[in-house]
């Protein structure tokens, strides 16, 4: 079945960047966009960007445009979102999400919580 | 940006009743809405994508319309289980915008 897992909680200082990954299985990993969502503690969900692993485009958020970077590694089946220059405001769980031909997100990684903290 | 504006923000409801919630889009997105469930500490769920079709899985008590920039979740004899937050979502465009979330408690 489809699967998205992500890499595990970080605790970053702010100014520093932290990498987080998305590995994919149980489907063909370029046929699929994956799109990165944020949760921010007790608020909604606040998307980010999205990669197309087929050629490695990718497309931001304005307001996180320059700070975000959407990578894929064909060979492991594994997109990455880095985010730098960070502040307690990017405390949140991140999330990848596949999109499907519909223009829906219909899988969703487990989440992974980034806490940002002196 | 697209602008999508739900509501109510949170709804008192009990087991059996019919619920509504509502999402408005700043501008025509034709039905390219989608609602999500997401329950505490998990991952949103995909329920309703192009305004009124049902995800492969998700129980027929729940159903989404459209009239021009309105959106509407229904959810017909709300069950234990559907205490959650729920979201909408476009996918019309870039930047691909939430609504702030309806919590059903």
């Known amino acids: 079945q489809v699967q998205l897992v992500q890499s595990g909680a970080e605790v970053k200082k702010p100014g520093a960047s932290v990498k987080v990954s998305c590995k994919a299985a149980g489907y063909s990993f370029t046929s699929y966009y994956i799109h990165w969502v944020r949760q921010a503690p007790g608020q909604g969900l606040e998307w980010m960007g999205v990669l197309n692993p087929r050629g490695s485009t990718t497309n931001y958020a304005p307001r996180f445009q320059g700070r975000v970077t959407l990578t894929s590694d064909t060979s492991t089946s594994t997109v990455y979102m880095e985010l730098s220059s960070l502040t307690s405001e990017d405390t949140a769980i991140y999330f990848c999400?596949?999109?499907?031909?519909?223009?829906?997100?219909?899988?969703w990684g487990q989440g992974t919580l980034v806490t940002v903290s002196s | 940006d697209i602008q999508m504006t739900q509501s109510p923000s949170s709804l008192s409801a009990s087991v059996g009743d019919r619920v509504t919630i509502t999402c408005r889009a700043s501008q025509n997105i034709i039905t390219y809405l989608n609602w999500y469930q997401q329950r505490p500490g998990k991952a949103p769920k995909l329920l309703i994508y192009a305004a009124s079709s049902l995800q492969t899985g998700v129980p027929s008590r729940f159903s989404g319309s459209v009239s021009g920039t309105d959106f509407t979740l229904t959810i017909n004899s709300l069950q234990p289980e559907d205490f959650a937050t729920y979201h909408c979502?476009?996918?019309?465009?870039?930047?691909?915008?939430f609504g702030q979330g309806t919590k059903v408690e």
């Open positions: 999400a596949r999109e499907t031909t519909d223009s829906c997100f219909d899988s």
């Open positions: 979502q476009q996918s019309y465009k870039s930047p691909r915008t």
